[in-house]
């Protein structure tokens, strides 16, 4: 199984960007993983928010392979403890193939057509996250998943 976290626009503060990258590379010490970033998209001014909703959509779309397995991050989804969530990887690891793909929305959330198309939603907080913010939370979360998997001292109950 390889895990893919798809997500809209480019980070552009440097410190999401240093961090973004040093949990990408521990992780990569466990299991395959990739970011892809799909690119913001232009003249949103001109847009309303269900068309803005939609252009993401497509895009998502067009970067979704067959077999995929679809999982939303969306704080109205499932919540795990970390240690369910390190349950829930490995359960994963079984059933899934190919891609285990984590999508990330833009502003406003996600486009209906999104939300038919993916599996499960998953929540980090009933909070709401930036969609720069919510990528390191779920990168780091993840990385955590497979340490407790491999029985290493980062996470403490
Ligand atoms: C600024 S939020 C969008 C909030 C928007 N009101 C909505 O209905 O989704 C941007 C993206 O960050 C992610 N996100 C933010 N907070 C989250 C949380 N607590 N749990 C999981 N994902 C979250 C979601 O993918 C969301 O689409």
């Known amino acids: 199984m390889k895990i893919s976290l798809l997500v809209i626009g ?7 960007v240093e961090a973004i990258k040093e949990y ?4 990569k010490h466990y299991i395959p993983f ?13 847009m309303s928010e269900e068309q803005q909703k939609e252009k993401e959509g497509d895009l998502i779309l ?17 919540e795990f403890s970390s240690v369910g969530f390190s349950g829930y990887i490995e359960k994963k690891s079984h059933t899934v193939n190919k891609r285990l793909v984590f999508v990330i929305g833009g502003p406003y959330g ?10 499960e939603r998953i929540s980090l907080s009933r909070m709401t ?18 340490t407790i998997l491999n029985n290493e001292p980062y996470h403490h109950e």
Request: with cysteine; net charge positive.
């Open 129 to 146: 996250f930036s969609h720069q913010m919510i990528r390191l939370i779920f990168i780091e979360q993840l990385y955590r998943a497979m």
């Open 10 to 16: 480019k980070t552009d503060a440097g410190y999401f």
């Open 34 to 46: 990739e970011m892809q970033v799909i690119p913001d998209i232009k003249n949103v001014r001109s």
């Open 62 to 78: 067009k970067c979704l392979q067959p077999g995929d397995y679809i999982v939303l991050l969306d704080e109205r989804g499932k």
């Open 110 to 119: 996600f486009a209906q057509t999104i939300y038919e198309k993916a599996s």
């Open 24 to 27: 990408e590379n521990r992780l």
